[in-house]
């Protein structure tokens, strides 16, 4: 009971706050919790509100994908190998610092307005991380191992399957704990100016019609989708990761 | 057959371990390198298994089925003990043939009942057959030992000498460092004694 009124405690805040400041501003320009819940509740029996939810969420995850899938083709080699690793890791940084507006803004006119922008903007914009993460991890694997792969002569596939990713599980969960923290956040923001559809688009035409219930609504849900992600998926693997952790990590 | 000739070899920045190493394994033979501690005997085995490019000097295997038993045992963590096997098998052998071999070398080291286990639930000891299992599995026709009889029991020993033995039998060459001259004597082996660094010898 304590611990159910522990975790709840937050959230009543966050409804305490959001009420007084919807009755300081005026409903109109904060609507309260209540209105906002109404507003919400009637989204939610749509279907054409999923299929923006589901659009976007696939987006995202396109986007992770082709993210990581560069991160690992490019981070495992740097890993290796530290020329590789002084040529590529000052754009990758170049890259990192580079705003996602940037990218949607060049994007916008190379591909035009669709899918083809926030998938490839959230590409853009998790690629770094997971490559840095990914080349440093594979730099921090145990030479031993790989010399042992070396005199075995273990076929590159054993190599990448039974050494590598193994041992670098724990470097690519913190960076796509971290990739997927943004990845909503980037698609939304790549959608509101680029895409005629999902959730970033469905906030610019709230946004465009001054409908702060629908905004706030929208808003709810994006924010919803990034906790249940993040509770749902990444919380326990890395509890997982903690209970054999310590273990299967020791060296022999 | 294994040949070093007039080895130097130094880590990079560091100064010389190795300045002046020759010496010969025919097949079928046996040489056990025995020293103190840091004088040069692992990093030879390392440069005649070619892990490390000597700075000068030149080095012939015969064979390039080796089965190097290292110092430290270098077991993925992550994988059990006979995956551990059939995966150091994975360059050489596949299918049943691997499994066999697995299989077999683990139960005559005493294993047969660690094979589903990682390498952390095993003894410091274990974890040493699990490396010289690996080793001998491959069949190999150049075998380098490091301190094979070091951590195990009298019953252990005389299973690893066994294998040892065998491929010795079959033709394969054995180069070993090893503190236990009694069982490097037992087997028959040419002992040649070091001493200081930068190691010369031959």
Not at chain 1, 4 to 18: D, S
Not at chain 1, 62 to 79: E, K, N, R, S, T
Request: proline content about 6%; charged content about 15%; aromatic content about 8%.
């Amino acid at each position: 009971m304590k611990r159910i009124c522990g975790r709840l405690a937050p959230w009543l805040l966050l409804f305490l706050v959001w009420a007084v400041a919807s009755l300081s501003f005026g409903s109109d320009l904060v609507p309260g919790p209540w209105r906002t819940g109404r507003v919400l509740a009637g989204l939610l029996v749509r279907a054409d509100t999923w299929e923006h939810i589901v659009l976007t969420l696939f987006r995202g995850t396109a986007g992770m994908a082709l993210g990581a899938a560069l991160g690992y083709i490019l981070g495992i080699p740097c890993g290796l190998s530290p020329t590789a690793m002084r040529l590529v890791s000052p754009l990758v940084t170049a890259l990192q610092s580079c705003p996602p507006i940037v990218w949607i803004s060049l994007l916008l006119v190379w591909a035009g307005i669709g899918a083809t922008v926030p998938v490839l903007v959230v590409a853009a914009a998790t690629f770094p991380m997971l490559f840095i993460n990914i080349a440093h991890g594979t730099a921090d694997l145990d030479r031993g191992l790989l010399e042992m792969a070396r005199m075995y002569r273990l076929p590159l596939r054993r190599v990448l399957w039974d050494i590598v990713l193994p041992g670098i599980s724990r470097y690519a969960l913190a960076a796509f704990s971290f990739a997927l923290g943004i990845t909503w956040k980037v698609t939304a923001t790549a959608e509101f100016f680029g895409s005629g559809n999902g959730i970033g688009a469905r906030i610019y035409w709230a946004s465009r019609q001054l409908d702060m219930p629908l905004l706030l609504s929208w808003t709810v849900i994006i924010v919803a989708i990034g906790l249940v992600l993040e509770m749902g998926l990444i919380h326990p693997l890395r509890q997982d990761r903690r209970a054999e952790g310590p273990a299967a990590g020791a060296a022999p | 057959m294994i040949q070093l000739e007039h080895i130097a070899f130094a880590y990079p920045g560091r100064g010389l371990v190795l300045a002046d190493v020759s010496l010969e394994v025919p097949a079928g033979g046996m040489v056990c390198l025995c020293g103190p501690s840091g004088c040069g005997k692992s990093t030879t085995l390392d440069v005649a298994a070619g892990l490390r490019q000597p700075r000068s000097g030149r080095r012939h295997v015969g064979s390039r089925r080796i089965g190097y038993a290292f110092q430290e045992p270098r077991l993925l963590p992550w994988r059990s003990v006979r995956e551990n096997l059939l995966i150091g098998l994975s360059g050489w052998l596949h299918g049943a043939a691997a499994r066999h071999a697995a299989d077999l070398w683990l139960e005559r080291l005493g294993l047969g009942e660690a094979s589903g286990k990682l390498p952390a639930e095993l003894s410091g000891g274990m974890r040493r057959r699990v490396n010289l299992a690996r080793a001998l599995a491959v069949t190999p026709e150049v075998l380098l030992l490091d301190e094979p009889f070091a951590f195990l029991d009298a019953a252990s020993c005389r299973q690893v000498a066994d294998g040892i033995r065998e491929f010795q039998a079959a033709g394969a060459a054995v180069l070993m460092v090893s503190h236990q001259r009694d069982w490097a004597d037992d087997l028959g082996s040419r002992i040649i004694e070091l001493s200081g660094a930068p190691l010369r010898v031959g």
